[in-house]
């Protein structure tokens, strides 16, 4: 069975900072593109940033030099570093593990995270 069970979210004031976790299990971690997404209240679900099996990484324009992702494969867990917060940022935090072959598309249940100015 297959589970992302993200953590960290919150409540945090502008400018401020988060670390989001999603830890995985039930998938070969290491093989799969990890990534974050967001949707906030009335719009649609959007790419934060992605991180591929071979480390490549790429972020959504607006949390560019703000968030860093990364991910620890002997832990299988994919972490999110929010910086500099602001409350456009304000969203449910999914957590995304993909893989082409299938393919395979799995999903964490989200975590809010809310900026307040």
């Known amino acids: 069975q297959v589970q992302l069970v993200e953590s960290g979210g919150g409540s945090v004031q502008a400018g401020g900072s988060l670390r989001l976790s999603c830890a995985a299990s039930g998938i070969s971690f290491s093989a799969y593109r990890m990534g974050w997404y967001r949707q906030a209240p009335g719009k649609e679900r959007e790419l934060v940033a992605i991180i591929t099996r071979s480390g490549s990484i790429n972020y959504a324009d607006s949390v560019k030099g703000r968030f860093t992702i990364s991910r620890d494969n002997a832990k299988t867990t994919v972490y999110l570093q929010m910086n500099s917060l602001k409350p456009e940022d304000t969203a449910v935090y999914f957590c995304?593990?993909?893989?082409?072959?299938?393919?395979?598309?799995?999903w964490g249940q989200g975590t809010q995270v809310t900026v307040s100015s």
């Open positions: 995304n593990a993909y893989f082409a072959v299938g393919p395979r598309d799995y």
